[in-house]
């Protein structure tokens, strides 16, 4: 079944404390890329990979860190986070920029 | 820059009512792409459908229907005889040619009374 893959679904977490959110797919992807929805503002875009090794910055990328090392993953690494960091991330991969494929969504709160 | 307004934060209708939802977007490229999602209570976002900068032709899909129209820079979507099930968040979504970003807009709550 084609399909993005988050984990985890549900993240608790404390200030400060590294924390990786892993995303996969399996349809062959080059384009991959992070959002955060928050209420009120939509869908935002945090980074986003056009291909291994390439990546670029969405409109709200401080505090992320991402890495492409392989077509079928692409991360999202928060470093050192923080409670504004409290929200919904989707994760989204489509052969090009012509389409995207949401996974289901990982939501995370910090204390 | 681009940018997407979706107007109408909640709107509640009466099943079997119909109801239009309201995009319009803002670019300066020529080829763009233009996308709705919807977004039910259990979350997950789900591609209702994408329109090329070049095919203004309408598209009905069942009781979905989309307008697009150039002129004014607006991608409405229309649903005939609502159904409970169509309650949801549905957002409207641009990316253009010549950038490999996506720029929704705030999205638009719907609900539909029995």
């Known amino acids: 079944e084609a399909q993005v893959t988050q984990n985890p679904r549900y993240l608790i977490t404390v200030t400060g404390k590294k924390l990786t959110v892993t995303c996969s797919q399996n349809?062959?992807?080059?384009?991959m890329s992070w959002y955060r929805q928050d209420p009120g503002l939509g869908l935002r875009q945090i980074y986003y990979?056009?291909?291994?090794?390439?990546?670029d910055k969405g409109d709200v990328p401080e505090g992320y860190k991402v890495s492409r090392k392989e077509k079928r993953n692409f991360p999202l690494i928060l470093e050192s986070p923080s409670p504004n960091q409290t929200s919904l991330y989707f994760c989204?991969?489509?052969?090009?920029?012509?389409?995207?494929?949401f996974g289901p969504g990982t939501r995370l709160t910090v204390l | 820059a681009q940018k997407v307004t979706q107007a109408q934060t909640e709107i509640s209708v009466v099943e079997k009512e119909d109801v239009t939802l309201d995009c319009v977007y803002e670019?300066?490229?020529?080829?763009?792409?233009l996308f709705w999602y919807k977004q039910p209570p259990s979350g997950e976002l789900v591609f209702l459908i994408r329109?090329?900068?070049?095919?203004?032709q309408n598209e009905i899909s069942g009781r979905y229907s989309w307008n697009f129209q150039k002129s004014t820079s607006s991608f409405n979507f229309t649903i005939t005889a609502s159904q409970v099930v169509d309650s949801a968040v549905y957002f409207c979504?641009?990316?253009?040619?010549?950038?490999?970003?996506?720029?929704f807009g705030t999205g638009t709550s719907l609900t539909v009374i029995p």
């Open positions: 989204a991969s489509g052969a090009s920029t012509d389409t995207q494929y």
């Open positions: 349809m062959n992807h080059e384009y």
């Open positions: 990979s056009m291909n291994v090794e390439v990546t």
């Open positions: 670019t300066r490229d020529t080829t763009y792409y």
């Open positions: 329109r090329n900068s070049f095919d203004e």
């Open positions: 979504a641009l990316s253009v040619f010549t950038g490999n970003q996506f720029y």
